[in-house]
């Protein structure tokens, strides 16, 4: 099951840093949608290292072909073959890997586990195995717009101890989030953001940081108990992303300081249907949705690739002086974005095609 | 799916609130070990509903008969089934629901979802579906503990605004934890958490807090790349419980606020293996654990169901003033500590069956 | 997976001949459905054991419980529990099986793959594991009845050396079927059936047959290309049963022996969709239903249990004649009918829903 | 699921006859094996279309390019990405079809399905699909036999009314059976055979077959009761290859002629072990292995597409004469050889792994 995802709507995804290319098979898209790379292109660009000054400097033009699934511009139904080559690959940076384990990297665990490991480090631990996800993921938001409507929106709003203000969910466009090169609808806060991250980069450091997300125009039903309730999906999805470090649904970790008095979302008559006032509840009650917009955060740890010298030890527990010689980013937030689109569309087409079988009853 | 957890290691859960019991099959629990339904009692009473003047008035023994799978007191590595009957239903208790909706209750979107829904309100979205868990977990834990020595210990770190401090998640035990009747190690914060849920209890409210947990003595290796990762699976796991509105592991949201050069866990040489100077990974890197404690917290909302009234709309939409009659705990966490810890124990069992594939290597 | 079946209607069973009772879970059903005991029963009263004197004279009443997914006779929705507990239990027939494990039985694999057996032998290879799936069955058939009114009938058509001849699969109901004790439409070979089974009780010998099924009025669309075609969850599901040894539907192999100008089924315009002339391709074409009648046969071996002495080996490899004193069947195709329906139910249930989820398209 | 099999050892296939490419994902495969594209083109060969006048005249070379999971030439433990690219289309060859659904085909079952289909008719139900199994199918052969010194053979038992004799199941080899162009093991029944098919493809039909097949060297223990018996996953993987009727293992249909008292398999000692004297069982008690030959059978029907002129009607239900234009093989047995190893390979590594985290006990 490891890198297979979902019942009905499955992605599954292949490829290290260092191999001949990552992709991904979508299974279960339904058939008669129009479907090209074009589709797909335009969120592997908002991934792709080397975007801007604030990423890593390794090059790749991350261009996917669609092998299978698709016919005269049209999905059949089948599964969806989907391929992105590796092109700009220096393993000579990690030569120093070799013997010593990076620290917070999966460089240590993959050697315990498999008991031997890509030359490049942690292998499926790469950042480079959300191209896969990324790809999939653009053609199920593909689908739940065109079927449902619905809109997937993430966006940075904390880097460091820098936070966005005043970011109306229920407003925010992708063009907004992609005004600024950080990926924060607050442009005050995000011009700080971008200050620090250049200024990290510079020590050879890196930060962490947190990216919400809003899905709207969900209809009431989706998500399924027990173990698979939409926050749970949701959770497992976010955490299966590298560097995350923590997921919260609408209130989170501040609802627990709210009393049930005050937290309870009331109902409310909107439109012909059942509303809330408060949306605490993040647009989910008991797993399921309730057509309020599904609101979530996600926290990134700073990354742990970083050119400052750290003291650590090899695998023979010898003291070691190591610095990072290979590429990376200062912060990952902003190539998250898309990341965090791609999967919470991969939970969401999910729930929608199992609970689009009773919607005969 | 919905239901069924876990790829070698899988339980199944059924029954509702007001059915005629809840409970259990867990399959894949190896063969020879001891077990009696005295193994999994325990948990049970320290989840069970009336155990003391913090939690609701419900009273239920939930004692578990253990139905297949063990003979002789041993396990025959075949289906075990768990089955726990419901005593003290009083279906009259929530009347009033047939025609609204509790807010921040699962009545609406069951009715959405499925057109129908248990008289009790949201059907499997009950605390007693947590019962076939517990139970199942137990199974889980005392192998864990059996055949590695693993030690899961889950205790409540913060009520409403109340904090514990100093614990030592290496040296904690559940003796500890259950010397007090809110489960929080911190003795002082303990008894200011214990008047807090007093006084909320007697104004009809409800808070939310946090519980924590630890895992130790896991070796290394444990946790499949890329969608079973092991913070990825604890995530599902924990935001699958009722009324659980974030995870974080390790250093977690607070870890966004580091830089890469603070939050590294530096490798050092302990008793023949490679341990870590800090923890901030919690314990998991890239998915796998790396031989250090797993660490990781919970946060629960304010439980819905609160005396005090509430203006909302019944089903079509007309306003209601709406005071809940049905028992309720004023706070869930102290009860939800030995959930936490059954579904901890089926995650980490289900990724150790996964990994021992591997061990013959 | 090894005792869950089914991707949306899932179904997982629990139980051996001699613990405290035999049961499963069925999930995925769906909510608003009229259902009880009463739709279940009369499938677990063909399956039951000392039903007739063809039959092992084990006297079990085999009544269902459902313990849970339904409420005022309606399903919810949510798993349905189901439970039948052991009640004429003998084990100290079983007590030289200690030492000495039965040919063709599965004592020695069990031994082989746990390192422990259930004192009754192949533990979860006993036929009454079988009791859950019936149970659960009964529940897909009754779904399926309801809203696609497919019908699935199966008959025993060859036992021995004696086959039916000329059964009309287009006409056939239970009730014919039921209306002698071997269960075969053909009233001439059934009298030599039933004559032949007499006999070979009495010699302490058992012996073989087959058993047909048909399902009919399913739509064209229902079975998942590559590995769940319609026939190949119909292999599993039928090979899973014990005691068979093959399986084939259609032409079976007796259309290796045609060439394909007489094998192809024409297609033929019939009340406004297309039919087809001949039903060689069994219902289905690549993997898919095509909306002729679904046919099929299932090889059953002669049962392993005989009273005759047998010249064996005990564990230790010592030279042991064995007489079986644990009653059995002397053939066990008439209680394997209901069983088949149960699993071709499960099935098709599960297809069923599996491709509804396309049909609003 | 549908295009995803497996539990532990996992594959997922994509492609269609007529787009880019074909291909699989394996996940689970065990690192530290050796492995390149010279393991996995052998079978490759043995299954490509062209290879003699017994097959289609489509020239494929069929070439696999390995795309991740494996570095300087070993396995990683990560997903292994396979690749092949589809090269002679005609495309033009298919242009009836686009009208008249061809009979015994799927073009009328996809089209039910899914409202649509691939140009040149079945889509998924190619026989351009197998590719991927083949692909995968070599690696986990490979595995089993280094791990288990597993021999996997088929070979071609009939051929519409000619069968081999005396095929010695113990020693027949894969260089056996290539020693002639129908891959049958009995010469004298192969050059009938071959002369039969050449007839049969002047005269533009087609004629079915069975293919035999013997695993040797399993250990006692494989095997998942209950769904997931050997015999049932085999069952499930073999009708899953197009153009299967029928499956039968050990006895089989014939058994079904048996008494009980012929057709247990008495224990033995042998070679410190517990052999069989007679394996009716097939190599499998209670869907778990007991260490004899693993020995089933497949019926192949007679290929749908064919020269010869047949009457049907179109999609409208108007008459229609039929004659294939699109090249095929007279017969696919020979073909089919190679998928069935692959199939088999596939399952068995699956349940070796699944029983692999027992053998610490």
């Known amino acids: 099951m490891s890198s297979t995802f979902g019942t009905l709507l499955k992605v599954s995804t292949f490829g290290e840093s260092h191999c001949k290319g990552v992709g991904a098979i979508l ?17 592997l660009d908002r991934r792709k290292p080397g975007q801007s000054k604030l990423t890593t400097d390794r090059k790749e033009s991350d261009q996917v072909t669609i092998f299978s699934g698709v016919e005269k511009g049209v999905t059949l139904g089948t599964p969806i073959g989907l391929f992105v080559p590796n092109k700009d690959q ?20 993959y050697q315990m586990k498999y008991g031997i490991r890509a030359a490049s480090g942690g292998g499926r631990s790469s950042a480079r195995e959300t191209i ?52 924060c609808p ?18 050879k450091d890196s930060v962490g ?55 309870n979302d ?10 809330t006032v408060t949306n605490n509840s993040g647009g989910i009650q008991g797993g399921i949705s309730n057509g ?5 955060r996600v926290a990134f740890k700073p990354p742990a690739t970083i050119g400052i010298e750290q003291q650590t030890v090899d695998f023979s527990g010898n003291p070691v002086t190591l610095a990072a010689k290979g590429r990376h980013d200062p912060c990952v937030v902003p190539r998250a974005v898309p990341i965090i689109e791609a999967m919470a569309a991969l939970v969401l087409g999910d ?11």
């Not at 200050?195 to 020590?203: D, P, Q, S, T």
């Open 292 to 296: 309020e917009p599904v609101v979530f």
């Open 351 to 361: 729930l929608a095609l199992r609970q689009r079988y009773r919607e005969h009853n």
């Open 132 to 183: 896969g996800r990324v790809a999939a993921g653009a053609i199920a938001e593909k689908m739940l717009k065109e079927i449902y409507k619905v809109e997937i929106i993430a966006w940075v709003s904390t880097v460091f101890d820098i936070s966005a203000s005043a970011v109306d969910a229920l407003r925010i466009t992708r063009e907004i989030v992609d005004s600024n090169l950080i990926r």
């Open 186 to 203: 607050d442009m005050e806060a995000a011009k700080k953001m971008e200050a620090l991250v250049v200024r990290v980069k510079e020590k």
């Open 90 to 109: 220096r393993p000579g940076d990690y030569k120093e890997m070799s013997q010593t384990p990076r620290p917070s990297h999966a460089d240590f665990t």
């Open 27 to 43: 299974d279960g898209c339904p058939p008669g949608m129009k479907l090209s790379e074009a589709d797909i292109q335009p969120q």
């Open 209 to 263: 940081g947190i990216v919400s997300c809003v899905c709207r125009n969900l209809p009431a039903g989706w998500g399924e108990p027990v173990f698979d309730k939409m926050e749970a999906g949701l959770a497992q999805a976010m955490l299966s992303i590298p560097a995350t470090k923590g997921f919260e649904i609408g209130s989170g970790f501040a609802g627990t300081r709210l009393k049930g008095s005050e937290h």
């Open 266 to 275: 009331s109902f409310v008559a909107v439109d012909g249907r059942l509303g």
